[in-house]
């Protein structure tokens, strides 16, 4: 076996290895298919060159010239259909005109104006061409002017993209040695020159390798690791090829076996990797456009209960004020079971209307709309303000209540005056509903220097040890608790806490467990 006849089956194993391993790690990329189509046409072409440089015997010598011509011939077309799929040309009548010069080609090339077979030259067969066996030259260069001017042509156009310029200016320095070596093939026949440039076709082999790793090309995802373990079982299987004794090529044999079962554990393990990292990338991916799209329906359904919170306050609103007017007999008397009916539609209507602003509250809040409107105001004025207002409530509901104070400072916070007084109500207001019997304290205080405590303590139902950590989130209520109130939702607190944190407050509950009561407290900052 001469150097020459060695570099070719180099060129075709290492071809015909490499465009396997891009085509198993992509079978569904028309890229990768159209470049395993031209390397079986150039691993063709590089066997056939290297059974007529290897063999001994004039006719085994022509039959891999036959192999060597037919590759040879369809191999400017499968790559021109290699490059037409890389740039996404849509030109199939020009791909189906070039395979079909290409295959008259190819069976011109069986009949004495090709070849007349083969003669010995420079120690080993080359082909002996006939009349008409320029054709092929001119067809092949003009195949290489036409692929290096399309490379090219796309390299100028393509300037913002850098990614797929390093693609394609290594598959043209790839394309030029490939070209190269192949017009090289043509010097003896013409010029009875040596065809050294035949070593320049290893280096196209090299470059798109390169071009893979480099540049992601073909889009090979574990092709490293393959080709690494590929370069490896060639070294070891031309140790094979070498051996001249029996003993040596057992040898040889014995340890390219192993070397071959190692590279396939490693290139599974590989891939395996690669695979279970893949699949949990797009799991995250997946997780994350889930994500997006539940964000994007929240939105939408916050706009929604807003837009029908909206719609649903003017009437309720308008029932609530004619129900009051009936009750002060503004319409005249109402008595007995009428004005019983009557008191009904009122706190039921005033308690849907506590329901509509606790949405709409919600609402602005999580749509970052909620306006606050800072003012300098003393929280013991508020909070007595408040228990006059619900005071019939607690006496309906046949209650004592305390409201104290500590009677050295003042209690005066900058704070919204309105969102405040609305806390204080909703909390004083739970403590009514959630205590059948008993007492509620009101206290205020100051619990640090600069803090002002209120704290609004009950005899009622208590707080489950279970539910006391989220209280205060969204729709968060007692297992129990519709038994004791059937209108509560579980927004009210949660409104609560979102509006004295933005007052820079804090807010909490206690409790000793179900039916020891419970206490609530809110401190903000005094001026």
């Not at 079982?233 to 040889?252: A, G, M």
């Amino acid at each position: 076996m001469n150097l020459f006849s060695t570099s070719s089956l180099i060129l075709c194993l290492s071809s015909i290895f490499f465009s396997l391993i891009v085509y198993r790690n992509d079978r569904a990329n028309r890229v990768s298919k159209a470049w395993l189509y031209a390397s079986i046409s150039f691993s063709g072409w590089s066997m056939g060159l290297y059974g007529v440089t290897s063999t001994s015997s004039k006719d085994y010598a022509l039959l891999w010239q036959y192999l060597l011509d037919v590759s040879a011939i369809f191999l400017p077309a499968l790559y021109f259909n290699f490059l037409s799929e890389f740039f996404k040309f849509k030109n199939f009548n020009w791909r189906v005109f070039f395979l079909s010069i290409s295959g008259l080609i190819s069976i011109f090339s069986f009949t004495d104006y090709f070849k007349h077979g083969v003669i010995s030259k420079y120690d080993f067969f080359w082909i002996d061409p006939g009349s008409y066996y320029i054709i092929f030259p001119i067809y092949f260069v003009c195949h290489a002017l036409i692929a290096m001017s399309i490379m090219l042509y796309q390299f100028v156009i393509n300037r913002k993209d850098s990614v797929l310029r390093g693609q394609i200016r290594n598959t043209m320095i790839a394309g030029i040695m490939g070209y190269t070596g192949g017009v090289s093939n043509f010097f003896p026949q013409f010029f009875n020159v040596y065809p050294y440039g035949n070593y320049l076709v290893i280096l196209f082999i090299v470059f798109m390798v390169y071009g893979v790793l480099r540049y992601k090309l073909l889009s090979a995802k574990v092709i490293s690791a393959q080709i690494f373990s590929t370069a490896i079982i060639l070294v070891f299987l031309f140790n094979v090829l070498r051996s001249v004794e029996f003993k040596d090529w057992l040898i040889n044999f014995a340890i390219f076996l192993l070397v071959l079962f190692f590279s396939v554990l490693t290139i599974r393990s590989v891939n395996e990797e690669v695979k279970s990292r893949e699949k949990i990338e797009q799991l995250a991916k997946d997780l994350e456009d889930t994500n997006v799209h539940l964000q994007e329906l929240d939105q939408q359904k916050s706009e929604f209960v807003s837009l029908a919170s909206h719609q649903l306050r003017g009437p309720l609103t308008a029932v609530k004020g004619y129900a009051s007017m009936l009750l002060d007999g503004d319409f005249g008397p109402t008595d007995g079971e009428v004005k019983d009916a009557i008191s009904k539609i009122y706190a039921s209507t005033n308690d849907l209307v506590v329901l509509v602003g606790d949405y709409l509250d919600v609402s602005r809040i999580e749509q970052g709309r909620m306006q606050y409107d800072f003012s300098t105001f003393d929280l013991r004025d508020l909070a007595g303000t408040v228990v006059t207002e619900l005071k019939p409530n607690i006496e309906k509901a046949k209650l004592q209540l305390d409201f104290d104070y500590d009677q050295t400072g003042e209690f005066r916070v900058n704070a919204d005056q309105g969102k405040i007084k609305q806390v204080v109500s909703n909390l004083i207001d739970n403590s009514v509903k959630y205590t059948p019997k008993g007492s509620i304290h009101i206290w205020i205080s100051h619990s640090a220097p600069n803090k002002v405590l209120l704290s609004i303590s009950d005899t009622g139902v208590g707080i489950h040890p279970d539910v006391l950590p989220r209280l205060f989130e969204k729709f968060t209520r007692a297992p129990d608790a519709s038994k004791t109130n059937i209108m509560g939702t579980g927004l009210g607190l949660y409104v609560a806490k979102k509006m004295i944190e933005a007052h820079h407050g804090r807010i909490w509950a206690e409790s000793a467990g179900q039916g020891k009561g419970s206490s609530f407290f809110i401190e903000l900052d005094t001026i």
